[in-house]
């Protein structure tokens, strides 16, 4: 364990208890015992007032080299030849990044043309990394990891940031593996640490309602996923030029073929991630039956039904309606969340959404801290009226 | 057909409650289960195999304890079960986590990989398309349907954000799966019994041949630097009052942003 209890310093005066978010520290015999939960996450060393907290030195890895890797790279991926808004999410995110750390940001096009080129330079982006190959059209994991990484040997960029689309989420991680560097998956945030230089990568911790801030201190290049909608756009230039490099792909085959793509139009999540409000349910409903007043609500709103993973779970409404980190990340103007608690999981697919509005029993509940308006209440008490006052708002009478 | 089914250990999330003073996570008393999208992993493989004829294997890295999970999957109808369990795998993050499981595989002998889209508690979905890397295998992830199984190649479905993909590539393969695929059987009263007795297999670093430079804390690239609690939104307003009078101010709030 990297993290020890000097036992001849401990007191057992369990201060540290409290302050282990992963229930890793308990007492016996008098003394702390850091147990198999334990995530290295450090809380509990300063809070020890013995000092008895210690973290053992970790050895560097072997081979660790971290010098001579510069700029910022975004994927950007492309689905039948046009380039996914989250692209334009990240360059938005990935200029920032370069321009503290004053650096070129280059972007990623696989199986696109030069006009979707030229649209990540107006973007941000100052060169674009291109390859219009065949095998590049339909989204293949073996050919698109081979080339990125080679890539990546090749011109030693620092950062590297994709997607966290169901094309980012499946090969991002083979380069990471090839690369033998670090991925965090889903992040929220992405910033610079000022003294190191390093990508502070901030995403939902395990369980819990909690966020870890996470370093890739020893490997490069360090690599993150972003969900589409978490990200803001940058600034769009029409006059912006930059460099298109052709890339050869010679050589990159596949054991692997895509021989159709079958698409499957789901109205729902559509209307869900594009819905200007979204009426949401979760545990806190406790019955199927709760979906039927949301959809009142609803109906009278002209909006989307969504749902946290617990309703999800519990068979009261299908997947498809789950927002959150397992489910759609939403943006919409209004997100009214009833009965939902607010774990960070939940927190994180709808808080950038413009007003939120929370009704739950628990006044405590975590869903308080990032709503706009509150009500502390009893949903059953407080959707009927609402649904009510909204029908004579808008002459509708009952 | 040799099939390894890689599983983990995760707590109940649905049974995971949250301390309000903290806002951390409490263990105590929650039970341990197998991830419910590996779940559907088994369930595949138990099918592969009741179609080609074979072997089941579960594998799992965790801690001793993890053999619950493994014994659960026998009563299921696995075949076989190997714990990955030492020190050395502790504080792992998906890289090191994946090069320990790719050591086991390689040692197994496998034609067909298969893992759950992601775990619950960490939910990055890295693990298995690591894991396939590691083996230089082809990878096909969300698989929501198995078409055919042959010799030599695989037919799947994989689920994409706007609709499918059918898939076909040779085997050696790692396969993600996602609910959609199956509904996982429950155990059988014999599953129980032979699950009881049944032989977990215990391997450590040095059975596998892991260098220790790759595993645990020490092979993980990523590093947690701090966790913290989300911080509230600064203009938050309570409505306070009778349930007349919250509702009645929320559509004031509405009406005077034009929302309404």
Redesign the interface.
């Known amino acids: 364990m990297p993290v020890i209890v000097n036992i001849d310093k401990c007191n057992g005066c369990e201060e540290c208890l409290a302050s282990c978010p992963f229930d890793a520290i308990v007492i016996k015999e008098g003394k702390a015992f850091i147990n198999e939960y334990c995530e290295v996450c450090m809380a509990c060393i300063s809070v020890c007032p013995e000092g008895a907290i210690i973290e053992v030195e970790k050895e560097k890895p072997k081979g660790a080299d971290v010098g001579g890797y510069e700029g910022v790279w975004v994927f950007a991926e492309q689905r039948g030849g046009e380039v996914a808004s989250v692209a334009y999410e990240l360059l938005g995110v990935g200029r920032k990044l370069a321009d503290e750390l004053d650096t070129e940001l280059s972007s990623v096009l696989f199986g696109a043309s030069d006009t979707e080129a030229q649209e990540l330079i107006r973007w941000g982006a100052d060169k674009v990394y291109l390859s219009n190959a065949q095998i590049f059209e339909r989204f293949n994991d073996e050919p698109y990891s081979e080339l990125l990484s080679s890539l990546i040997r090749e011109h030693k960029p620092e950062i590297v940031v994709a997607g966290a689309t169901p094309i980012g989420r499946s090969f991002i991680p083979r380069v990471a593996a090839k690369l033998r560097t670090g991925l965090t998956a889903d992040c929220t945030s992405l910033e610079i640490e000022k003294e190191t230089g390093n990508l502070l990568q901030i995403r939902p911790a395990f369980g819990g309602n909690i966020m870890a801030t996470i370093l890739c201190p020893n490997s490069r290049p360090q690599m993150a996923t972003v969900r589409p909608r978490v990200m803001k756009r940058g600034q769009y230039d029409e006059g912006r030029t930059g460099e298109i490099i052709d890339v050869k792909a010679d050589g990159i085959s596949s054991r692997t073929r895509v021989l159709d793509t079958i698409k499957e139009a789901s109205e729902i999540s559509f209307n869900l991630q594009e819905a200007e409000i979204i009426v949401s349910g979760g545990r806190g409903l406790g019955d199927p039956k709760g979906f039927k007043l949301l959809q009142e609500l609803a109906q009278l709103l002209d909006c989307a039904v969504g749902a946290s993973r617990a309703a999800v779970d519990a068979g009261w409404i299908p997947y498809r309606h789950q927002v959150g980190q397992t489910g759609k990340t939403v943006c919409p103007k209004i997100y009214i969340a009833c009965g939902i608690s607010g774990a960070v999981q939940h927190l994180v697919g709808m808080q950038s959404s413009d007003i939120i509005v929370a009704i739950n029993k628990n006044a405590e509940a975590p869903i308080f801290n990032v709503a706009t308006y509150g009500i502390v209440g009893d949903l059953y008490e407080i959707v009927p009226l609402l649904i009510k006052k909204i029908k004579e708002v808008k002459g509708m009478g009952n | 057909m040799n099939i390894i089914v890689c599983v983990k250990q995760v ?1 109940d ?2 049974e ?1 409650k ?1 301390n ?9 008393g929650v039970p341990s289960i197998i991830n419910p999208l590996d779940m559907h992993a088994i369930e595949a493989g138990l099918q592969i195999k009741e179609k080609t004829g074979g072997r089941v294997t579960v594998l799992s890295m965790g ?1 001793p304890q993890a053999e619950t999970a493994l014994r659960d999957a026998i009563s299921m109808g696995a075949d076989d079960a190997v714990l990955l369990t030492d ?1 050395a795998f ?2 792992s ?3 090191a986590t ?1 090069y320990t499981l790719s050591s086991a595989i390689s040692k197994l002998n496998a034609d067909i990989i298969i893992c759950g889209k ?1 775990a ?11 894991v ?3 083996l230089n295998i ?5 698989v929501r349907k198995i078409e055919n199984v042959a010799e030599s190649s695989i ?1 799947v479905q994989r ?12 085997l050696p393969v790692l396969l993600t799966v996602v ?1 959609e695929l199956n509904e996982p059987r429950l155990p059988s009263l014999r599953g129980k019994m032979t699950a009881k007795k049944a032989e977990i297999k215990k391997w450590s670093a040095s059975d596998i041949g892991a260098d220790e ?1 790759n595993t645990g ?17 600064k ?5 306070e009052g009778k ?2 009078e ?3 101010a ?2 004031q ?3 005077r ?1 034009k ?2």
């Not at chain 2, 082809?138 to 969300?142: A, F, L, R, T």
């Not at chain 2, 690239?221 to 989300?230: E, G, K, L, S």
């Not at chain 2, 203009?235 to 409505?239: E, K, Y």
């Open positions: 707590p999330t649905s995971v949250i309000p003073e903290t806002g951390t996570l409490i263990r105590e801690p020190r502790a504080g993050d998906t890289w994946s992601q619950i508690d960490g939910d990055t979905a890295q693990v298995g398309p690591e396939a890397e590691f082809p990878h096909i992830s969300y037919k689920l994409m954000d706007e609709g499918y993909d059918v898939v076909e590539t040779k609910k430079n804390l020490k092979g993980s690239p990523t590093q947690v630097r701090n966790i913290f609690a989300p911080e509230a939104k203009d938050r307003t309570m409505l349930p007349e919250q509702v009645d929320l559509i709030e509405l009406r942003l929302c309404l």
